[in-house]
């Protein structure tokens, strides 16, 4: 919970050398070169909706963050008639995990590593000062970036795991979900091209899911994305966003994508809770986010 370097002392720092020491790498490994362009199959489509079936949401912390662990997942997206789409955590040292990609020689390694298997290449994007580690040319290499607000950063400069209750501490929930509801909006504002994770809350607040997630605390999120043109993911783990989110979000023009946060290959692509969602919603074709082309994606467009 103890961040080694506080997002607060980071952003009040303007040296290149405090930004060196955020965004250093991930191990040491040899940097990865360009590389070419690439032609991803289209993706499968499910019989009933005819909606793309991609899981933009899948981790190798389980089966292994190298080319075999790539081999697992381009295997089990084969065995589920999917495509899916491997996300690395990415940013300063602030953040705690396995991997955490944190410079442009960490990105160009990531995005040679997938060679020619036929998955899209993403990372999942942490914090709001990321791209502070990185360049905008090499981001654009990527295929999506995904980010959701679930580290979230204390009033004191702690940044703290919302999933992990040991680390919650919530005196006032309506003053939390004022500072959450901010906190997506400065995550938004980032070059992200979906939001995962989406209503997420704490499991001392989940009882109160509905009386806290206000319309107006919806609007203010929804509208955000729709605004920078980021896609909401439909949660399968998590079983979020709820029906209520999705319909404001799909009448405000949002487009969307599914994805299960997954580690395990029994775990990836599975689009029960997505299908469930889509078919309430009525999504069509048109309403599910795609990866953009080269030149058109928002690193690029500067939004």
Not at 82 to 89: D, Y
């Amino acid at each position: 919970m103890t961040a080694s370097l506080s997002r607060r002392a980071f952003l009040a720092s303007s040296t290149a050398g405090a930004v060196a020491a955020a965004c250093q790498s991930s191990g040491p490994a040899s940097p990865g070169s360009a590389t070419a362009p690439r032609t991803i199959p289209e993706p499968p489509l499910d019989p009933d909706s005819g909606l793309p079936l991609i899981d933009y949401h899948v981790h190798l912390d389980e089966v292994g963050y190298n080319g075999a662990g790539l081999d697992t997942a381009a295997a089990t997206a084969k065995a589920r008639a999917a495509r899916f789409g491997i996300v690395e955590h990415a940013g300063t040292k602030d953040h705690q995990y396995p991997v955490v990609l944190g410079n442009d020689e960490d990105l160009k390694r990531h995005l040679a590593m997938f060679g020619d298997r036929p998955l899209y290449r993403g990372i999942q994007a942490e914090g709001v000062d990321w791209m502070t580690c990185f360049s905008k040319g090499v981001v654009a290499q990527l295929d999506f970036v995904l980010a959701d607000a679930l580290t979230f950063p204390e009033k004191d400069g702690r940044l703290v795991c919302l999933w992990k209750k040991e680390q919650v501490k919530i005196d006032d929930a309506q003053d939390f979900m004022d500072r959450y509801v901010a906190h997506h909006l400065r995550i938004l504002a980032n070059p992200v091209d979906i939001l995962a994770n989406g209503t997420f809350l704490p499991h001392v607040l989940q009882a109160d899911h509905d009386a806290l997630w206000t319309e107006s605390r919806m609007r203010r999120v929804i509208e955000a994305a729709v605004k920078a043109g980021v896609a909401i993911e439909i949660s399968a783990s998590f079983k979020l966003p709820k029906l209520a989110f999705l319909k404001i979000a799909k009448a405000a023009g949002a487009r969307f994508t599914f994805g299960t946060n997954a580690r395990k290959p029994e775990l990836m692509g599975r689009f029960d809770y997505p299908l469930e969602m889509a078919k309430a919603l009525g999504l069509k074709r048109e309403d599910i986010f795609l990866p953009r082309p080269a030149g058109e994606k928002r690193v690029e467009r500067g939004g």
